[in-house]
């Protein structure tokens, strides 16, 4: 029975966590920084238990749970978020929602099993109650603070402390609120409220990441209309890279399926490199712009290379079956580079500038 308990916190908890990851449309947040944001949490569990034990000298046990608990496990858990948010891999507030996501989710696992070690009696029915309450209260919470940090990164100055703060307040808030619930409440009646703020949070999550995949898309639109010229009918495809499954099952049937996922990965990392010209233009500093333009030069390298593999037989099959706009994106796409354009010559001027001098 304990061994299903163990199983049940841990498999629970990276089920929600896999399932918000997978909501990434364009792949923009780093894995490996997914990783560190889990491991993040779980180091911010012993930081913040040791924390807590030693706030027990100085408040109450009520007072530790509504309002001190709160407050240190959520600026414990969000620390991995703040030093993120300068790295360029930290794109938009969608990778802040999943890597917040990831930090909560670990931090609840470990606290999943010290509530096991406390009450091993209660067993499976405690850590799957747990599971979907709990457990998806610390991943929103520290997802909130990875939306606000995300959503005003590219601020200056005073403007993003305060989006620190603002996060902060919001996921406090919800951990607060959920305790809050908890610790009044008792039976049935604290167990539905849990899982329902539990799964609200998470439904609030998702449609926060949805909405940033939107903005996401047009600024694809915007970048490719700025810097190639190409028309919104041939980003327009772009959107649907939601539904690549049933547009490349022909390519999956006549050239296999390793080929197919080869032009999907060209395809993700196309709209990648839209996404991470915006944000360079948006960056806040040169640093940052710097390691931007490394990053799109490197995703233009990967573009080729997958291209090379796809092979001039299945590009022409795919530009044979897919819209004329698709394939007008897919060749202009990664010429998306970073330096600035030189500005157009302004033809007709200059012949009237001669025409001028010529009367004269």
């Not at 938009?92 to 070690?117: P, T, W």
């Not at 006549?254 to 709209?271: C, H, N, P, Q, T």
Request: glycine share 8%; proline share 2%.
């Amino acid at each position: 029975m304990i061994v299903l308990a163990i199983a049940t916190a841990i498999a629970v908890p990276l089920l929600f966590l896999y399932l918000i990851y997978a909501l990434d449309l364009y792949s923009s947040g780093s894995f490996q920084t997914v990783a560190s944001c889990f491991i993040w949490g779980l180091v911010s569990f012993f930081l913040a238990y040791l924390a807590n034990k030693a706030a027990l000298s100085f408040v109450s046990m009520t007072s530790l749970i509504v309002l001190v608990a709160p407050i240190l496990e959520e600026i414990f858990k969000s620390l991995s978020l703040v030093y993120y948010v300068r790295k360029p891999d930290f794109t938009y507030f969608v990778d802040g929602a999943i890597y917040g996501f990831a930090s909560g989710i670990a931090f609840s696992i470990f606290e999943n099993f010290l509530y096991l070690a406390q009450s091993p009696q209660g067993g499976g029915a405690l850590i799957l109650s747990r599971a979907f309450s709990t457990c998806l209260m610390h991943g929103s919470a520290s997802a909130l603070v990875g939306i606000s940090i995300g959503r005003l990164r590219f601020g200056r100055g005073a403007t993003r402390a305060a989006s620190v703060l603002l996060g902060w307040a919001a996921a406090i808030t919800l951990h607060s609120f959920f305790n809050r619930v908890i610790n009044t409440w008792s039976g049935v009646q604290a167990l539905v409220a849990a899982i329902a703020i539990g799964l609200g949070g998470v439904g609030l999550i998702a449609l926060f990441i949805q909405l940033g995949l939107q903005e996401e898309k047009r600024w694809i639109e915007e970048t490719l209309g700025l810097k190639l010229g190409v028309t919104t009918g041939e980003a327009e495809v772009v959107k649907q890279l939601d539904n690549l499954d049933t547009l490349l099952a022909p390519i999956a049937a006549r050239f296999g399926r390793e080929k197919a996922k080869m032009v999907r990965a060209f395809l993700v990392k196309e709209a990648q490199l839209g996404i991470k010209q915006k944000v360079r233009e948006l960056a806040p500093n040169e640093r940052l712009r710097k390691e931007l333009a490394e990053q799109i030069e490197t995703l233009r390298g990967e573009i080729k290379g997958l291209q090379r593999g796809v092979g001039i037989y299945c590009m022409i099959y795919v530009r044979s079956i897919f819209p004329q706009e698709a394939v007008a994106l897919w060749n202009h796409l990664e010429e998306l580079v970073d330096e600035e354009r030189e500005p157009r010559v302004d033809l007709w001027g200059k012949l009237k500038e001669k025409a001028g001098r010529t009367e004269g």
